[in-house]
């Protein structure tokens, strides 16, 4: 009988307040990787290198050119984020709440989702790692 209740007990949440994929190829994102990796001192982000020989994007439902295209992360509850929320996520984890709700205001949301489609679109030519399927957008 009690075997029956641990088993029909949903797993325990992980300790992580978010996940985040990053590129550990991209000397951009491992700059700002690094930078988060300093200031998370109570552990609330837990970091991915899609880079590593050992990732497999297979259990996120996404391919590794998604992975690519722009930043994606995951909250402990399963749900995918991409782009710009991932970042409002790591820098509520590490305390940078005003930082994250100026990102929410009219005006100054659309500028930053803007601005950053337009860096992940071009990271690849800005780092110097284009491939001949590289292209300026």
Not at 30 to 36: F, K, V
Not at 105 to 113: A, D
């Amino acid at each position: 009988m009690i075997e029956l209740y641990i088993a029909d007990c949903p797993p325990p949440l992980p300790d992580w307040q978010v996940e985040v994929f990053f590129d550990g190829d991209c000397p951009f994102c491992c700059r700002e990787i690094a930078w988060l990796r300093r200031r998370d001192k109570r552990g609330r982000i837990n970091f991915v290198d899609i880079a590593d020989a050992e990732f497999s994007p297979a259990t996120l439902g996404v391919t590794h050119d998604d992975l690519m295209a722009e930043i994606h992360g995951r909250l402990p509850d399963g749900t995918l984020l991409r782009g710009v929320e991932v970042f409002r996520q790591l820098y509520t984890a590490v305390g940078f709440t005003p930082i994250v709700a100026a990102t929410r205001l009219p005006g100054i949301k659309q500028v930053v989702e803007l601005g950053y489609r337009i860096f992940a679109r071009n990271r690849l030519r800005l780092t110097g790692r284009c491939t001949t399927e590289c292209k300026v957008r």
